[in-house]
């Protein structure tokens, strides 16, 4: 059984939190994050920490209890830290620029690509690598995963987007299978 919802969360230095109606807000150097808290799940502080205690050990509140303290650890790390995800662009001719409030990529087909890039995302471009940065780790992970699914990396050659730790399974090519002979049709 997981322990997680018994964790207690320190609080940053420079970080400020209000908790009024379920609702938690927290303000910090990055941004400000907010997030609406079952109303079975009991917020609890100090100074420099948070708790979080369930109502009753019914199934869906155990659940809810280790959800909510990660949701809730997430937010303050997002304020201080930040999250981050970098992204590798693999084929030949392939590459993305910033222009304006655009990621525009050049992927293989017969027409650049134009991404929007949302307001609380930063997105930096070096060479081949892309890295998608927020507060929010839910929404830089959504945004990384748009990007990602323009071109997926394909099995044969590895071309596309893929996260950098991401490992391509390579597949043969045709070739490689009809190498001997008498492996064909007729005579």
Do not use: C, W
Not at 3 to 16: A, H, Q, S, W
Request: proline letters at 5%; charged letters at 25%.
């Amino acid at each position: 059984m997981s322990r997680v919802g018994y964790l207690p969360i320190e609080i940053p230095e420079g970080v400020k939190f209000e908790f009024k109606n379920n609702i938690l807000e927290v303000t910090g150097p990055l941004g400000k994050l907010s997030r609406k808290i079952p109303s079975s799940i009991k917020l609890t502080s100090n100074k420099t920490i948070i708790t979080l205690e369930r109502e009753n050990d019914k199934k869906n509140n155990r659940a809810i209890h280790g959800l909510t303290r990660s949701l809730v650890n997430n937010m303050f790390i997002g304020v201080t830290k930040g999250f981050s995800k970098k992204l590798v662009i693999n084929g030949l001719g392939y590459r993305a620029e910033l222009k304006d409030t655009n990621l525009i990529m050049s992927l293989g087909f017969s027409h650049p690509v134009k991404f929007p890039i949302p307001e609380n995302i930063k997105i930096a471009v070096a060479k081949t690598e892309l890295t998608v940065s927020g507060v929010d780790k839910q929404f830089v992970g959504e945004i990384a995963a748009e990007i990602r699914r323009i071109r997926k990396p394909e099995p044969y050659k590895g071309k596309g987007i893929r996260y950098i730790d991401e490992v391509i399974k390579r597949k043969a090519g045709k070739s490689a299978v009809s190498s001997g002979f008498g492996s064909g049709g007729g005579s």
